[in-house]
């Protein structure tokens, strides 16, 4: 009966491996091969230390078991280039010239065991065999450690999308309370949670607002499909995935490249009934800018019937703004803001004494002066009411020029906010077709003509070459 050194469970239960043996006396190195396959291992064996090299670059080798002393290559150098092709190789020594020095030199090289000749072949079984068992057990505790690397990993991943996702919906909650953000605020910081293209808002029918990508139907359906089921909706669509889930009298939905997964479509479930709340917010926001924008509206009326030449223009240009923004296609928010700034724009006008907004002839540079005055009266007029306040820059703005020229900023190019630049034309355009005390209105082919002559002076010239096409 074979005789083992102790060894322990690991040691006898291990699997068998793939062997090189490298000995320069082949007698010994047949020896210990056939050994070694008749325990069910697939040994081989090389006399070469650099055939022995060859053989590892080219194959996979669980364990090396070479002489120590060999022509060419020591052993200890055998396994050092070894290891540079696999460096997890297990190695073990066989050597007649056992030392301190050389069993040092085995043990910084990593070598698993080390056996002196003369020996048996059970000795070399069984260091085989603790060999591999120890490989084994390391490849364990490397496993283990990638494993719990792994878990770690995916837990503080885990955690931090957990924390990011509180901590959007603190946001959130904080700027629905505050009252004074805009709806279009929430769908901006709900897009950029979820890194999507597009936002959508719908009641039981329609888009109602939209955040994001120019086009945002493809997510219609979707939201339309989440408000009628009443749960969430997950499904591909045009932009690449969308979510969406509902709320009273609505839905909210989502579209990114990549897909959603259940934790998406709780937050945004969650989400989606605060944003009840916000759109209940903004649409008490639009009552009131409504009403206040139409007793300004009234007011301005009133301001302007005093001058039968001046009667009606807020009106008229307000009709013009939406029907130019119609036709450059800007969205519907950005539509409903200009013609709300047109209505308002010459409300500083209050502000000036009416013996020069009356003047039957053409105004002094002092009175002119004055009249300059208006667009900055009606942006302090306006300044107070913070669900205004995207109006504001635009009443501000609409007499600046395209050179710079302008007032009250002497704004020039790109400066000038576009909303502002668009309502610069249609007021300009208002203003020469009607009629004046000191001159009869221009025709439209007329005023058309001047605004031609003014793209890129006065006017921004793109936008003049667009209205043009009206």
Known sequence: MARFAPTDLTVLMVGRGRILVVDDEEQIARLLTRALNRDGHEAEFATEPREALE????????????????????????????????????????????????????????VADYVMKPFTTDQVRDAVRRALAARERRKNKEKAIVDLTSRVETA????????????????????????????????????????????????????????????????????????????????PCGLGYGVAAPFEDGAVAVARERSFDGADLQLLEIAGRDLALAVENDRLRAEHRHAYVAIVATLIEAVEAKDRFNKGHSRRVAALARNFAERLRLPLREREILETAAKLHDIGKIGIPEEILNKPGRLSDREFQVIQDHPTIGERILAPLDFLAEIRPIVRHHHERWDGAGYPDGLSGEEIPHPAAVLAIVDAYDAMISDRPYRRGLSPSQARDILQSGAGTQWDPDLIQRFQKI
């Open 156 to 235: 503080s991943a885990d955690l931090e999308r957990r924390v990011a996702d509180v901590s959007f919906l603190h946001d959130l909650t904080r700027l629905i309370a505050g009252r004074k953000a805009p709806l279009r605020n929430c769908l901006a910081l709900l897009r950029g949670h979820f890194s999507g293209s597009a936002v959508v808002l719908t009641d039981k029918e329609r888009v109602t607002t939209w955040e994001g990508d120019p086009d945002p139907h493809e997510l219609v359906p979707i939201a339309l499909r989440a408000r009628r089921e009443e749960s969430p909706v997950h499904a």
């Open 55 to 110: 053989r590892i670059r080219q194959d996979s080798f669980d364990l090396l078991v070479t002489d120590l002393r060999m022509p060419g290559l020591t052993g200890l150098e055998l396994i050092e280039a070894a290891r540079k092709h696999h460096p997890t190789l297990e190695a073990l020594i066989i050597t007649a010239y056992a030392s301190a020095e050389s069993a040092v030199d085995a043990l910084r090289h990593g």
